[in-house]
């Protein structure tokens, strides 16, 4: 399964999905197989093209499951219809410790 999760530094989950500047991807069959995506919704100025752009990155690699501490509806709707689940967690959360509880 493919998790991602939005972070500002690679080390902490991001305040904020869509503005988040990376996605942390993790195969948890692998956990040691981990690769940091740039947001492609970060360099696009239209809101709604940034959406389509960082969901299609979403699919393209395959994601299963997001690990984020704040979503807004819309995304959580669109991710929710591409059958990507979403677990919430504190804003800060450091990501080896939840990487570890996979």
Same mark, same amino acid.
């Given at each position: 399964m493919i998790i991602a999760i939005p972070t500002?530094?690679? $080390? /902490?989950?991001? &305040? %904020?999905f869509g %503005? #988040? @500047?990376?996605?942390?991807?993790?195969d948890t069959e692998k956990k040691e $197989? @981990? *690769?940091? $995506?740039e947001n492609p919704h970060e360099k696009e100025e239209n809101e709604a093209a940034? %959406?389509?752009k960082l969901l299609k990155m979403l699919v393209e690699d395959k994601v299963n &499951? =997001? =690990?984020?501490s704040n979503?807004?509806?819309r995304m959580e @709707? $669109?991710? #929710?219809s591409l *059958? =990507? /689940? =979403?677990? @919430?967690? &504190? #804003?800060?959360s450091n990501i080896e410790s939840l990487i570890s509880q996979l």
């Open positions: 500002d530094d690679g $080390n /902490t989950v991001s &305040e %904020h %503005h #988040s @500047k990376y996605f942390l991807l993790v $197989n @981990k *690769r940091l $995506n940034g %959406h389509g &499951e =997001i =690990i984020c979503l807004n509806p @709707k $669109n991710l #929710s *059958r =990507i /689940t =979403i677990k @919430k967690v &504190e #804003s800060g």
